[in-house]
């Protein structure tokens, strides 16, 4: 498969760290964005311990994002487990090229994350709520 | 006196004019943008600005970043900046493709007075508000939705660079928070609201017997808003105050401005200027611009008014039962400057708060600049209605 936009190994480091550092309490995230001039992936900031609701503020408004999310999910019969999940935040009001290439270099992002669900985030803040997150782990 | 310059014989669909009023950019009905420069007396066409698929429907020049933005009927704007051609070195305008992302036309421009974001009315029931995002290089357009049930007609600019009015085909016109996030600071509040996120309504008002609102306006001081409705009346809102509505007999007033806190300039189908003043006890017709006595045309006479008795049917039906083959010349020209609807009217001299001159521009092909203080009374000489 070609790659379009390459990941280099410090960002494959900071995704293994990620995957498997010790969570306690709370949502941890990793933002990682395509830097469109040089064709490669760069991580902008990583969270520990926050909201949902939170990161949707973080994150821009009108720029693609991968988020690997590490998600503190309560199941229906009390157990707390924490899953991860890659958020693709792709709003449409971003700029077109920036969102194909965006798409095109997921899939492969996806296999490097090594992460199996998938979160859809087109419409922006409003609709990365806790309940959305929630619901896309327990259900499928 | 006014000054008359006739531009074209095709309608002026738009004008703007640039920040020391020495160019003109005009759109002719047509896909292409004019900007034509003053030479003396006469205006010249300079440059074509040729990017557009379809009409051009609005253009809004900004005074202090000297950008022109244009908005058609082909679902596009573009904003053009002056940048020396890399070829010759001559100063072209370089146009710079907007995404709306809208699936109708768009109907309407303006610049912000910041002029950092602008706002693009739409047939799609939307306002696109356009900002520029730096980092990408990219204008992100962003829209207001909620709750346009029509085509929107116009937009106008509070002062504080974050409130929208917009009047629309659903017969409401309407005050929206186009706040952007990533542009503008929190706004001070005002007496339309405090702490308002983006598509907030703050205000939503209908004329008294409905009708298409083609313009709205702000006064200078953002508090007080007026709006011009297809029932032939101009109203004008105070926010959590009263409404006052003006209701002409004649024919309806499709574009207006603010001159001053106390004085609007409204034009519309009649051919002429009208001037409104008032305050927030109550406010009345005052006069118009335009005294008839610059129009060449005759005075219609008396009863001449109505479908069968002008025009061709008229002319046809003289000269069979009458045997008259012309009808004279009282129907063929109107006493007023503008010959057709005068479709734009916009501030030409003077600072905002106090404006001293509008030009006017209209389906005539004729663009008049007028001044704001002779103003006469108005009898018995609109078109071809007789008071």
Redo the contacts between chains.
């Keep these: 498969m070609s790659h379009t936009v390459d990941i280099p190994q410090p960002i494959k480091d900071s995704l293994r760290k990620f995957r498997f550092a010790r969570r306690n309490d709370g949502s941890a995230a990793i933002v990682i964005k395509i830097n ?1 001039q040089k064709l490669i992936m760069e991580e902008v900031e990583q969270f520990d311990n926050i909201s949902i609701e939170e990161l949707a503020e973080e994150l ?4 693609p994002r991968y988020v690997v999310l590490s998600h503190a999910l309560v199941h229906p019969d009390g157990r707390t487990s924490f899953p991860l999940a890659l958020i693709n935040w792709a709003p ?5 090229g ?1 969102l194909t290439l965006h798409a095109s270099a997921l899939l492969d992002f996806q296999t490097t994350a090594d992460v199996s669900k998938i979160i859809e985030i087109r419409e922006g803040p409003e609709s990365l709520t806790t309940d959305v997150v929630n619901t896309h782990l327990l259900g499928k | 006196m006014p000054e008359i310059f006739n531009i074209s014989q095709t309608p002026i669909t738009a004008h703007a004019f640039n920040a020391d009023r020495s160019q003109l950019a005009v759109s002719l009905n047509s896909n292409d943008a004019q900007i034509l420069t003053r030479s003396g007396s006469e205006w010249a066409p300079t440059e074509m600005l040729t990017e557009h698929d379809k009409v051009i429907t609005s253009i809004d020049w900004a005074p202090n970043s000297n950008q022109i933005v244009t908005a058609s009927q082909d679902r596009n704007a573009y904003v053009w900046q002056q940048t020396p051609d890399p070829d010759t070195g001559k100063i072209v305008w370089k146009p710079t493709l907007v ?1 709306l ?1 809208i699936n109708r036309a768009a109907t309407h421009v303006r610049w912000s007075p910041k002029e950092d974001k602008f706002a693009v009315a739409s047939g799609a029931r939307a306002i696109a508000i356009c900002s520029f ?1 730096p ?4 204008w ?3 829209h207001l939705k909620k709750p346009i049930r029509s085509t929107v007609l116009a937009v106008d600019w509070h002062p504080n660079n974050v409130l929208l009015a917009a009047g629309s085909a659903d017969m409401k016109a309407r005050v929206f928070s186009a706040y952007v ?2 542009i503008d600071e929190r706004p001070a509040a005002t007496v339309w609201g405090s702490k308002l996120p983006f598509n907030t309504i703050c205000g939503e008002f209908a004329s008294a017997a409905g009708g298409w609102v083609h313009s709205v306006g702000f006064s200078p001081s953002g508090d007080v808003l007026a709006f011009a409705s297809h029932d032939s009346s101009i109203s004008i809102a105070y926010p959590g105050g009263a409404i006052h509505n003006i209701r002409m007999p004649t024919l309806p007033l499709v574009t207006l401005t603010w001159t001053s806190e106390d004085t609007i300039i409204a034009a519309g189908h009649d051919c002429q200027p009208i001037v409104f003043s008032g305050s927030d006890a109550g406010w009345q017709e005052v006069g118009t611009l335009d005294n008839g006595s610059y129009g060449t045309g005759s005075k219609a006479g008396p009863g001449s008014v109505g479908r069968l008795k002008t025009g061709a049917f008229a002319t046809f039906r003289d000269a069979d039962s009458r045997g008259q083959t012309s009808s004279g010349t009282t129907d063929s020209k109107l006493s007023t400057i503008h010959q057709n609807t005068i479709t734009s009217v916009r501030p030409y001299a003077g600072v905002p708060g106090q404006i001293t001159q509008v030009s006017t521009t209209g389906v005539d092909g004729t663009l008049v600049i007028w001044d704001t203080a002779s103003v006469s009374a108005l009898t018995g000489r609109m078109a071809a209605l007789s008071v």
């Design positions: 469109k821009p408004e009108n720029s449409t009001t971003s700029e077109i920036l | 995404l992302r995002d980092e990408n290089n990219w992100v357009s962003k996030k990533e």
